[in-house]
């Protein structure tokens, strides 16, 4: 488990610094996009969050707020309670914010990528039949991400996996989602359109890690055993795009070496 990170204010209701202090909420944006945010978003946050306290209606500070607070959250590893509460309280605060992002502007791409995200980590962290709750915003907000922006690697990467994660519950699973949430719409979860998802959010942008990783998961799924190799083995060479890189990186040697002398089913 990786060290806890320092706890995060997220005391947006209190009354924001005087005037004459203020920074217009574009400068506060622009310094949160200048700290690489993917690398550093604990650092990203807290400028975000200073563009929301001078305006809490604006489209680019919400919805990007909501895409790093989710960077921070996701790692926040382990199964105690206080981290799971702590978690869950920080992807809480992200689509609260993602929410407004797609209120703010709904033709957005990136608000509706913002609430598919957030919302697909919090579900990593449930059981099955939680999962299932969140299932329809992940397909709903993702794909009208897509349909709004068609190169939004993000979107796709998240619609990707959320075939992917739906094709991996168990029969049972499936069964009590049909029966009591009304999930008969996971139907829709087909192998061929994760991986089609996972291949275009790759092609989109080819140097980011996790797209690469959890392609390759999906070719596991699929026994496509080489496929997963090479894809496996090109992530070594790329260079740092995101706070999880180390684990990701680890995460894919270590599946190379499971799969290394295995032969293609398909």
Same mark, same amino acid.
Do not use: C
């Given at each position: &488990?990786?060290?806890?990170?320092?706890?995060?204010?997220?005391?947006?209701?209190?009354?924001?610094?005087?005037?004459?202090? +203020?920074?217009?909420?574009?400068?506060?944006?622009?310094?949160?996009?200048?700290?690489?945010?993917?690398?550093?978003?604990?650092?990203?946050?807290?400028?975000?969050?200073?563009?929301?306290?001078?305006?809490?209606?604006?489209?680019? +500070?919400?919805?990007?707020?909501?895409?790093?607070?989710?960077?921070? @959250?996701?790692?926040?590893?382990?199964?105690?309670?206080?981290?799971?509460?702590?978690?869950?309280?920080?992807?809480?605060?992200?689509?609260?914010?993602?929410?407004?992002?797609?209120?703010?502007?709904?033709?957005?791409?990136?608000?509706?990528?913002?609430?598919?995200?957030?919302?697909?980590?919090?579900?990593?962290?449930?059981?099955?039949?939680? !999962?299932?709750? %969140?299932?329809?915003?992940? %397909?709903?907000?993702?794909? !009208?991400?897509?349909?709004?922006?068609?190169?939004?690697?993000?979107?796709?990467?998240?619609?990707?996996?959320?075939?992917?994660?739906?094709? !991996?519950?168990?029969?049972? +699973?499936?069964?009590?989602?049909?029966?009591? %949430?009304?999930?008969? %719409?996971?139907?829709?979860?087909?192998?061929?359109?994760?991986?089609?998802?996972?291949?275009?959010?790759? @092609?989109?942008?080819?140097?980011?890690?996790?797209? *690469?990783?959890?392609?390759?998961?999906?070719?596991?799924?699929?026994? *496509?055993?080489?496929?997963? !190799?090479?894809?496996?083995?090109?992530?070594?060479?790329?260079?740092?795009?995101?706070? &999880?890189?180390?684990?990701?990186?680890?995460?894919?040697?270590?599946?190379?070496?499971?799969?290394?002398?295995?032969?293609?089913?398909?």
């Amino acid at each position: &488990m990786r060290p806890s990170l320092p706890l995060i204010v997220l005391a947006l209701a209190a009354a924001p610094p005087p005037l004459a202090a +203020q920074r217009p909420a574009a400068e506060h944006v622009a310094l949160g996009d200048s700290v690489e945010p993917l690398l550093h978003p604990t650092e990203a946050l807290v400028h975000y969050q200073d563009a929301i306290a001078v305006d809490s209606t604006g489209y680019e +500070q919400l919805w990007k707020a909501a895409r790093t607070i989710t960077d921070v @959250a996701k790692q926040i590893e382990g199964d105690a309670d206080s981290l799971k509460r702590r978690r869950d309280s920080l992807y809480a605060v992200g689509r609260a914010w993602a929410e407004a992002a797609v209120r703010a502007n709904p033709d957005g791409a990136d608000g509706h990528y913002a609430l598919a995200l957030v919302v697909g980590r919090l579900s990593r962290t449930k059981g099955g039949k939680e !999962r299932v709750r %969140f299932a329809k915003v992940i %397909f709903d907000e993702a794909t !009208r991400a897509i349909a709004l922006d068609s190169t939004h690697d993000g979107a796709h990467h998240v619609l990707g996996a959320w075939h992917a994660e739906v094709k !991996r519950l168990s029969g049972i +699973q499936r069964f009590f989602a049909k029966a009591l %949430f009304g999930g008969g %719409f996971l139907g829709k979860a087909n192998w061929e359109a994760a991986v089609a998802h996972l291949e275009r959010a790759v @092609a989109l942008r080819p140097a980011y890690v996790y797209h *690469r990783l959890e392609l390759a998961e999906v070719y596991v799924d699929r026994g *496509r055993y080489s496929s997963a !190799r090479e894809v496996l083995a090109s992530i070594e060479t790329l260079p740092p795009s995101d706070v &999880m890189d180390p684990e990701y990186r680890q995460d894919a040697a270590a599946l190379l070496d499971e799969i290394r002398d295995k032969k293609d089913k398909t």
